[in-house]
């Protein structure tokens, strides 16, 4: 039995062992832990948690060494017709992972914000990029189920690298540069997971739109959240040392489902969302025509060409299309208002399951560019869970982000034939959205809403 095995094997005994002793033992038990015997609670109160955290970190690692171990066999594992009941039963190499974290799927989730199938998908698609480019002169000697496993630890809980470190039984300077490559791996090798759609595949993605709101030829809803950084090297600060906290500005682009079409992070915070959008190349690519380019559709005459919907934080243009103020109870443009709201959840729901990755979730504590790497590395996987039907980490809440927002113009369009010219494309589209009730503004679990009887 190799290594690997064998400590795979020892920690899952020592768990079952602690485990024993849990059950034996319980903390609560009142024959034991009474107001009598201070120095037993005290015990308890000081074991008890030692051998909780013991439990989760062996669980974990146990798991993914077994993970390792039997994508090893498999890869390794020569059929010999000669000798055919040798050969592992169907099954067995899954039963060999069940062992570990699989026993309890939403450990598995809280751990990595992904099912173990969708884990060990993914890690035999980056298997060969994480077996390789170790440090010069020092190579890891970890398998690829291993390194996985750190990287997305940080990713989906945030914690720090020593925890991590502690957790996975490796070096602090190991935990990082498995982070920074999987962060690495994924932003470069994988960033057509963030693409925007082809032509055609734009003709399908408006028509998912329309189904749902009547509005036709909708390419995406555009929206822009923020991350709070503190910068520090990736070092904890001393206390005397100054902590300056700040921002960091990301654009997305979803479709109806919340599959994100486009990402651009690295603004400072404190841009608003117009003006993040004229410093993006989205913006610059719509304008110079290379994107949302296709014949337009035409609405009592009026020329619809493709567009994207955005809230009152962003200018009108003719493909761009904001919510009216103030619409008049009844009326067309409260129509266009609430079918706009409607498409704008998907949205919000894409921001607020990014920000339910662990470490989007709290400060980011770094280097400007590893808070920029996070912030890619977690768009990417959630395409790849959605594409993977593995909605462990879409959020089921919009959290605060689901509030009205506040409406914003620029000055210097207003009354401008571009704003003017907007208007009309905006009006005319208003006429074909689909009346709903005031309550039903956002989708139900189900994906549908209810309309009023015409």
């Known amino acids: 039995m190799n290594s690997r095995a064998l400590a795979a094997l020892l920690s899952s005994l020592i768990s079952e062992l602690l485990l024993l002793l849990l059950l034996l033992f319980p903390s609560s038990n009142p024959l034991t832990i009474t107001s009598n015997s201070n120095s037993g609670s005290n015990f308890y109160e000081t074991i008890f948690p030692l051998i909780h955290h013991f439990l989760s970190s062996a669980e974990l690692v146990t798991s993914l060494s ?3 171990i039997s994508r090893k066999r498999k890869r390794t594992h020569q059929p010999d017709l000669d000798n055919e009941d040798e050969e592992d039963e169907p099954g067995s190499e899954l039963a060999r992972f069940e062992l570990g974290l699989t026993q309890n799927p939403d450990s598995f989730k809280g751990c990595f914000r992904m099912t173990s199938s969708t884990f060990e998908w993914l890690s035999g698609l980056l298997e060969p990029l994480l077996d390789c480019r170790d440090p010069i002169g020092s190579p890891l000697n970890l398998a690829p189920e291993i ?30 540069f498995c982070v920074k490559q999987l962060c690495r791996v994924l932003c470069t090798n994988f960033r057509f997971w963030v693409a925007f759609p082809s032509p ?20 995406g809803v555009i929206d822009c959240t923020r991350f709070k950084i503190v910068r520090n090297n990736g070092f904890k600060l001393s206390p005397e040392e100054e902590v300056r906290e700040e921002s960091i500005a990301a654009q997305i682009v979803v479709d109806s489902s919340s599959r994100i079409l486009s990402i651009v992070a690295g603004f400072r915070g404190d841009k608003g969302d117009s003006r993040v959008l004229k410093s993006s190349t989205l913006y610059k690519d719509i304008e110079g025509g290379s994107l949302l380019n296709a014949p ?51 949205a919000l729901r894409a921001i607020a399951s990014l920000k339910d990755w662990g470490v989007l979730r709290q400060t980011i504590e770094g280097e400007f560019k590893m808070a920029v790497a996070y912030i890619g590395s977690c768009a990417i996987l959630h395409n790849i869970l959605l594409m993977r039907d593995d909605y462990s980490a879409l959020s089921d809440g919009l959290g605060d982000y689901s509030q009205s927002p506040q409406y914003w113009r620029n000055a210097s369009l207003e009354e401008s034939p571009i704003e003017r010219n907007a208007s009309v494309i905006r009006s005319a ?10 309550s039903s503004h956002s989708m139900d679990p189900g994906g549908s809403v209810k309309e009023e009887p015409r």
């Open 66 to 68: 077994l993970l390792s």
């Open 147 to 176: 390194r996985l496993g750190i990287g997305l630890f940080r990713l989906a809980t945030g914690s720090d690298y020593p925890e991590i470190a502690r957790r996975f039984g490796v070096s602090e300077s190991i935990t990082r």
């Open 200 to 219: 055609i595949d734009l003709d399908s993605l408006s028509a998912s739109f329309e189904a749902l709101t009547g509005l036709p030829n909708c390419c």
């Open 429 to 438: 589209l208003a006429t074909r959205a689909r009346k709903f009730h005031s």
């Open 296 to 346: 337009p559709v035409y609405i009592n005459g009026v020329g619809i060409n493709q567009y994207l919907i955005g809230d009152g934080g962003y200018p009108l243009l003719p493909w761009l299309m904001v919510p009216f103020v103030d619409p008049a109870p009844g009326s067309y443009e409260e129509n266009f208002n609430s079918a706009h709201h409607l498409m704008h959840v998907s």
